[in-house]
């Protein structure tokens, strides 16, 4: 059988860079058929949208109670840019979640032999709609966690992935500084993100990948992407982990929305 665990050199890579990338981990008509899954669910989303939407930092969100997800919105548009947590709602992406390919690396990631899922994250940049997504860290965001430390992610991309499109980009070695400073002069959520000055100097590198590659990083990495200024789709699906027995986001978002 095939092992997915990381070798000698991508866990000197994921020390010292804080990331790993495998290109080509999923052939072409398997990403034809994720993207088919995703597509079907952002359309059923869309259409039974009937919320009030809120700012928050960068982001345009909305509550769904009922199913547990939280819709990330183009601004006040009918463009949807994210959803989060959403296998509960397609069996297809909660059995992909379980795929060797994903987990086995995240064994060497969090360090742990049994790595469960913690959230599921679909972003979409759409041609000449997709905004950014601000330079930041995981780890601030998932500070109701059990321990956001432990949590890592395996970003899948559903497209050939470029600058133009919005593609991914890391700060190599960034995650070796721990929490970095954050923004001061947002509101509670804008202010997740990396503080504005520590852009200086700071270099990022692009992920220019084709459709089906797989980059796996920790909380501390600290990443970004730019508007999709191209005629084609930017889509990436993303899956975090955990060692087992601590709450999920459904779990830490049922228990936001039962808060008064």
């Known amino acids: 059988m095939t092992s997915h665990r990381l070798d000698d050199n991508e866990r000197h890579r994921l020390a010292t860079d804080g990331y790993v990338l495998r290109e080509s981990v999923f052939g072409a008509d398997e990403v034809t058929a994720i993207v088919a899954a995703c597509e079907e669910l952002v359309t059923t989303v869309a259409a039974e949208r009937r919320g009030a939407r809120q700012t928050a930092g960068s982001y345009t969100f909305e509550d769904d109670r009922a199913a547990t997800l939280m819709v990330k919105w183009e601004g006040d548009s009918g463009v949807i840019h994210g959803l989060e947590p959403f296998a509960h709602l397609s069996p297809f992406i909660a059995d992909l979640a379980v795929d060797p390919r ?3 690396p995240m064994v060497d990631v969090i360090g742990d032999p049994a790595p469960m899922l913690f959230t599921e994250k679909l972003n979409l940049k759409r041609p000449h709609h997709g905004g950014k997504n ?9 500070s109701d966690a059990q321990d956001a430390s ?5 970003m899948l991309f559903l497209d050939d992935s470029d600058l133009e499109n919005g593609t991914l980009e890391v700060a190599p070695g960034s995650h070796v500084h721990g929490v970095w400073s954050t923004r001061t002069d947002s509101d509670t959520f804008g202010n997740l993100e990396i503080d504005l000055h520590a852009e200086d100097g700071l270099t990022t590198v692009a992920l220019e990948v084709p459709a089906g ?7 501390y990495l600290v990443h970004r992407s730019a ?3 191209s005629d084609r789709e930017r889509r990436a699906l993303l899956f975090s982990y955990q060692p087992p027995g601590a709450p999920d986001m459904r779990d830490l978002l049922r228990a936001a929305f039962a808060t008064p």
């Open 227 to 229: 508007p999709n200024r």
């Open 150 to 154: 432990r949590i890592a992610t395996a």
């Open 134 to 142: 601000p330079l930041h860290q995981d780890f601030p965001y998932w």
């Open 213 to 219: 590659s797989v980059v796996y990083f920790g909380p």
């Open 102 to 104: 994903f987990v086995e």
